[in-house]
């Protein structure tokens, strides 16, 4: 067995074939153990210490080393500083010790254990989807990485493929990677980067940062007060799991009341409320709004915006340029605004009001109210008893099933 000491200065140390203990000593020192069941210290100094075949235990010592394993079952031990493990082939056991550490298992079935400090698991490599659970430290899937034991991790950094990343009570940090992820935050203040591809975030309970980054992403920032941020793309928020009704004002980037309270948002384009009587105010964006249950207020504002009501009695402005209103079930009103809109009443008793431009009105079922306001427009009943009344120019009345009156106003209708 050799031993090899260094010095206190930046040194480059080789083992031999044999069991070989290197010590690196002071200085900033390139390590390598070659053959055999090699034992290696860093020492102080940002060390690089690499195994190579066989079993080695490599210690960084102080200050930020990178570790490597190769192959073999090797022990890796970071003890201070930020360090940065990698496993290789093998079933490794990786120890961060103090600081914010970075892990890789690499192959096989690894041993994870990040010590003290935010410390982060490395998947950048799995070809495969990875399911990985922080609470129970597992993780499955069809990767080399599958049969990892986790302890002490609060970061992720996902694949290649769709994972699913779960957090615990801790405060966790999810990076997407490439395909579409299922990031978890659980308790805690989360942060969650869904990166590339269209991912869906949920912040669950505590106050989180949710990032779609680059395509369509669905952000759920859960309780708390939350950063929504869709990022590139057509990004959704969605308050269907809140306790209460909800106010969005996607111009403002700021929400309140139930899940909303105190959330702040940034570059969202669709907006899905509440069971409950939400107010949803769109952006200059071509906004998509959806009111779900409850008696909902809609607000397009500037853009194409695309309205829809859902359940109960529901009020929907359009705003500027040229909008879809759909009031959906319940006793509807529907005020197109500016632009040549479209506005479908859905079932129930509706009162639907173009205003000008050149408007298309449809009343659906139930015993409407169709005004048509300025401009040439479209309007037609539906089934029911209906009141439609073309305005001035020249508008097309058709009245459809059921007791009509149908009133021209001025123009040729």
């Given at each position: 067995?050799?031993l ?19 010590y690196?000593?002071?200085g900033d020192?390139?390590?390598?153990g070659?053959?055999g ?18 079993i080695?235990?490599?210690?960084g010592?102080?200050?930020d ?7 073999g ?6 003890d ?6 990698r496993?290789?082939?093998g ?8 600081g ?14 990040g ?7 490395d998947?950048?490599d ?5 399911v990985v659970n922080?609470a ?23 694949g ?12 966790n ?17 989360d ?5 590339t591809?269209?991912?869906r ?12 980054g680059?395509?369509?992403d669905e ?5 708390g007060?939350d950063?929504?941020d869709?990022?590139?793309g ?5 308050y ?26 940034a570059s ?7 069971a409950f ?5 769109g ?5 998509l709004?959806s ?17 829809y009501?859902?359940?109960d ?6 705003g500027?340029?040229i ?9 509807d ?20 009001f ?6 298309t009105l449809?009343g659906?079922a ?35 099933l ?8 001025d123009?040729?209708?």
């Amino acid at each position: 067995m050799a031993l090899i000491n260094g010095t206190s200065d930046s040194d480059t140390l080789t083992g031999t074939s044999d069991d070989d203990q290197i010590y690196g000593q002071g200085g900033d020192d390139d390590i390598s153990g070659d053959n055999g069941e090699d034992t290696l210290f860093g020492g102080a100094g940002d060390d690089r210490v690499a195994g190579n075949r066989d079993i080695d235990t490599i210690y960084g010592g102080a200050d930020d080393d990178l570790l490597l394993g190769q192959q073999g079952d090797d022990f890796l031990y970071g003890d201070d500083g930020t360090d940065e493990l990698r496993g290789a082939a093998g079933a490794d056991n990786l120890f961060g010790g103090n600081g914010d550490d970075i892990l890789e298992g690499g192959r096989d079935s690894d041993l994870l254990d990040g010590g003290s400090g935010n410390d982060l698991v490395d998947y950048s490599d799995a070809s495969s989807a990875l399911v990985v659970n922080l609470a129970t430290g597992s993780v499955s899937g069809d990767d080399d990485a599958v049969g990892d034991t986790l302890v002490s991790i609060e970061s992720v950094l996902a694949g290649r493929r769709s994972d699913t990343i779960t957090g615990d009570d801790g405060d966790n940090r999810f990076y997407g990677g490439a395909g579409g992820d299922l990031l978890y935050g659980a308790a805690g203040d989360d942060f969650l980067s869904g990166m590339t591809d269209g991912d869906r975030l949920f912040g669950g309970q505590g106050n989180d940062r949710l990032y779609g980054g680059a395509a369509n992403d669905e952000l759920y920032g859960g309780d708390g007060a939350d950063v929504l941020d869709g990022g590139d793309g057509i990004d959704r928020v969605d308050y269907s799991a809140s306790s209460s009704g909800v106010t969005v004002n996607l111009l403002a980037g700021a929400g309140s009341g139930g899940s909303a309270e105190g959330d702040t948002l940034a570059s969202i384009e669709v907006l899905s409320g509440s069971a409950f009587d939400d107010l949803l105010i769109g952006a200059g964006a071509d906004d998509l709004l959806s009111g779900a249950d409850g008696d909902d207020v809609l607000r397009g504002e500037t853009g194409d915006d695309t309205l829809y009501g859902g359940a109960d009695s529901d009020n929907l402005k359009g705003g500027a340029a040229i909008d879809s209103l759909y009031g959906e079930a319940g006793d509807d009103r529907l005020f197109g605004q500016g632009g040549a809109d479209i506005l479908f009443g859905g079932t129930g008793n509706d009162k639907l009001f173009g205003n000008g431009n050149g408007d298309t009105l449809n009343g659906g079922a139930g015993a409407d109210l169709l005004s048509g306001g300025f401009g040439s427009d479209f309007l037609f009943g539906g089934t029911g008893a209906d009141l439609l009344n073309g305005g001035p120019d020249n508008d097309a009345l058709t009245g459809g099933l059921g007791q009509d009156t149908l009133l021209g106003g001025d123009g040729s209708d």
